[in-house]
């Protein structure tokens, strides 16, 4: 058995029916970051409840649009649920604060990047998240080898503009499952 990591990076985990962990159930999670040390994801489909990006950008002391004052903030996870996190296309950047995914995605934990979305010069898409999704060394593969999430490539269109309720048979879909095809037992041949 090969015992490298692959590098999930940049990867969508779409969570299997059977989830032990509700907080997960239905969950597309896109992965920021994969490595050995451990794994940092954001929840794509799941708003976060009643605040939406124009509450928190008034908290802020941020000017709001129109345009904004009802945009949806998301449950990124259940870690740290206080902070923020903007997952964004990769065309933007700030030189402090943004992890660069790959060419496609990148995400910006500072209050800059809220500034720039309410002045117009941010991101051509965004995200915006309160807490994150985090494993430990080992624990997300070893969710995985217990058939808890499938994989696949993130797509823009599934993250930024599919509907939540939505994305994960959107997800779903890309591979080719029909949601009703999945059973939540795994097996091994």
Known sequence: MNNQTTDLTGKLLIAMPGMLDARFDH???????????????????KPAGDIGLGDLLKQLDIPVGPDLASQQIF???PVE????????SGEYGV????LRVNDTFAM???KEVLEDIAAGTGPRAALPALGYSGWGPGQL???????????????????????????WEAALAKLGINPLALSGAGGRA
């Not at 969950?27 to 489909?45: K, P």
């Not at 649920?81 to 964004?88: A, D, E, I, P, S």
């Not at 030189?95 to 943004?98: F, S």
Request: negative net charge.
């Open 81 to 88: 649920v206080g902070r923020g996190f903007v997952l964004h």
């Open 95 to 98: 030189a402090e604060g943004t």
């Open 108 to 110: 910006t934990a500072t």
């Open 141 to 167: 593969e070893s969710e995985i080898r217990q058939n808890a999430w499938l994989t696949i490539e993130a797509d823009q269109s599934i993250v930024f503009e599919a509907n939540n309720a939505s994305k």
């Open 27 to 45: 969950s597309v999670v896109f992965l920021c970051a994969h490595s050995h040390e451990g794994t940092m994801g954001l929840v794509v489909n």
């Open 75 to 77: 449950y990124g996870g």
